[in-house]
């Protein structure tokens, strides 16, 4: 069935190696009543045109830069240890998805390094049961043949507890690894990243590829069999109707939206850093960052809806129905 959306509009450009440039006007647009996901993401405009207003954001904002980068490089954690189907047929089936999943990443990250040679590549690491990671790692390794995926840019740890790569990660990390820097995505989490700051350096996705969508389930696998902190991504600054901060995205779409965003931060955070204070107030800096940490995850989440929408034209989205949104 076809829906109708609401969609900022937008004017989403990246130009050379470091020019970041998101401008959303405050009216939201109504789409016709017959247009579905795909199409209403189909309205972002991208172009190549220049525009300063960032750089002046960027000066007003550099003296009071609060979101410090990386000391270590930013990690996606994949947990396949959600148990694969025991029967031959099932779980050669989730076999294939997860790796198809993994290698869309791939093959998406190393086409997007071949525009920009100088994005630095998060570290992906693949956790679960020994028998579970071998077969995902043989599937993968034959996607890669067939694709740009360079499957050497994924590392695969068979039998290595989530618990058990974190303190490793505490100990290998130049500085001591928060609470606040690990979170686990949940679309079903009460706790929602902000967008005013760089998100945290660990984000650790559920390998949960299911033809039907298993409400609260990695929630749960987080908190209460983990004891890591959940939380969802804010996908309501799109400003999509029945796009919500509950949709359950595609694995593939999760990783690219979270590299994005990284990379943005990066790019904005080197520019902060490259500017001279301004004579502006503080309290007029900290506005001023936190609306361009915000447009970096606006592009981010845009771009990888975009891809989702291209993968999957049929079904951009899961649910079609949020209670808490406007009618």
């Known amino acids: 069935s076809k829906t109708s959306y609401f969609l900022i509009e937008g004017v989403f450009t990246c130009r050379g190696q470091s020019q970041l440039r998101i401008i959303m006007e405050s009216d939201a647009a109504t789409a016709d009543a017959a247009t579905d996901a795909a199409a209403a993401l189909d309205r972002l405009q991208i172009s190549d045109d220049a525009n300063t207003d960032d750089a002046a954001e960027s000066q007003a904002a550099s003296s009071t830069l609060e979101c410090k980068p990386y000391a270590s490089t930013p990690i996606i954690l994949c947990d396949a240890f959600y148990g ?13 998805a997860v790796s198809r999943q993994l290698t869309n990443f791939l093959q998406w990250r190393s086409e997007a390094s071949e525009k920009n040679s100088n994005n630095n590549h998060s570290r992906v690491h693949v956790l679960g049961k020994g028998k579970d990671i071998e077969s995902v790692k043989t599937r993968v390794d034959e996607l890669g043949t067939q694709t740009k995926a360079s499957t050497e840019q ?23 690894e928060s609470q606040e820097d690990v979170v686990y995505l949940s679309p079903d989490a009460s706790y929602t990243l902000p967008t005013t700051c760089r998100p945290p350096r660990i ?15 990695s929630r749960r696998r987080a908190e209460e069999s983990l004891n890591i902190r ?3 991504l804010p996908l309501d600054e799109l400003r999509v109707k029945e796009l919500s901060s509950c949709e359950p995205l595609n694995v593939d779409t999760v990783m690219e939206l979270m590299q994005r965003w990284w990379w943005n931060c990066d790019k904005v955070e080197e520019r902060l850093q490259q500017i001279n204070g301004s004579d502006t107030t503080e309290d007029d800096n900290k506005e001023k960052y936190s609306k361009l940490y915000k447009k970096c995850f606006i592009e981010a989440a845009a771009y990888a809806m975009k891809s989702q929408r291209d993968r999957h034209p049929n079904r951009t989205v899961h649910k ?3 209670s808490h949104l406007p009618n």
């Open 84 to 96: 694969f189907p025991t029967q031959k047929r099932p779980r050669n089936e989730r076999v294939r």
């Open 154 to 176: 994924i590392i695969f740890d068979p039998d290595i507890e989530i618990r058990q790569f974190l303190d490793q990660q505490k100990g290998t990390s130049s500085t001591q």
């Open 320 to 322: 079609t129905e949020y």
């Open 230 to 232: 959940a939380a969802k």
């Open 203 to 217: 984000v650790i996705v559920g390998m949960l590829i299911d033809r039907r969508v298993t409400e609260d389930r």
